[in-house]
């Protein structure tokens, strides 16, 4: 049996859901995905917004904690907090979603809400920095932590601009997520990783795709992850960067892709599952 403990990213299960639209509801029952993600072997389930919102009002937060706890499921995941840095109406928006993540967080026990940015606000790392620290704290008090994710499209582009954020926030709660697909559209050589401390790495997360891609980078983003082994990512080289830092948490696997949601439920999470634990197995090298 592997000792690696993997999340469920929100996509994993979400089914035909459109990730990249405002209104990006799974057209699956909350139930169903845990269930699912639970028999595959999965240790952790995530879940976006508006189908936050719809599991509080269909089920209630009190069972679905019960609902995690029964599946197997320990580490429950939120997300994506945008906007937390800026000012006017969009700030508004983003302090209401903060506020339902927090509350739900708190209820269910989360273990931490995803944020970051991908409109490519051009923002200071001091005022980043500031915001974040706020954001956590706010975090702290509800019991989770943050999980910051650098996107090549967004204010903060790669795990180095996000590890400079995090470290100037200063925050005990607020920490780093590196995805590999973000990480390889950056630009970023993976064996840049390895100098990442620990101690800030709140997630890693992890998919595969081409090494080129067609039409808009954020498009892709959404459209075109696969399994791993099914693109053209050093996905091993990834992984053992990312083990080489001694980061000791669970591994979020994050596909988003269309062919991925035409998939039966059960058959994309159990292939998410295995194609992913095959990298974290076998060894380093």
């Known amino acids: 049996m592997s000792t690696y403990e993997l999340i469920a990213a929100c996509w994993v299960t979400a089914g035909d859901a459109d990730a990249g639209a405002e209104e990006d509801r799974s057209p699956l ?34 069972d679905l904690k019960l609902m995690l706890a029964d599946n197997g499921i320990e580490h429950f995941e939120i997300e994506f907090l945008m906007n937390w840095f800026t000012t006017g109406e969009d700030r508004k928006r983003s302090d209401k979603i903060r506020a339902d993540m927090l509350r739900a967080a708190e209820a269910v026990g989360a273990r931490h809400i995803k944020c970051g940015d991908h409109t490519g606000a051009k923002v200071s790392v001091d005022r980043l920095a500031e915001s974040f620290a706020g954001l956590a704290a706010d975090a702290a008090e509800a019991g989770t932590r943050l999980a ?34 973000h990480t390889q559209r950056a630009g970023v050589d993976f064996a840049t990783l390895a100098d990442l401390p620990a101690e800030h790495l709140t997630s890693i997360e992890l998919d595969d795709a081409p090494l080129t891609w067609e039409g808009d980078l954020l498009a892709d983003t959404f459209n075109g992850r696969r399994l791993c082994g099914e ?50 197995d076998r060894p380093a090298g």
């Open 29 to 62: 029952g909350v139930r169903e995905r845990i269930e699912a993600a639970g028999r595959a072997g999965f240790k952790g389930f995530g879940i976006g917004h508006l189908d936050l919102l719809d599991a509080e009002r269909t089920v209630g937060f009190p």
């Open 148 to 181: 910051l994710e650098p996107m090549p499209f967004g204010a903060i582009k790669t795990p180095q601009e996000g590890l400079e954020v995090v470290q100037r926030a200063g925050h005990p709660a607020g920490g780093l997520l590196v995805d590999i697909w």
């Open 231 to 280: 693109g053209e990512f050093d996905v091993a080289g990834f992984v053992d960067a990312i083990k080489s830092t001694g980061y000791q948490g669970p591994w979020g696997v994050e596909i988003l892709g269309a062919e991925y949601r035409k998939l039966p439920l059960e058959e994309a999470v159990n292939a998410a599952y295995a194609t992913t634990l095959s990298f974290l």
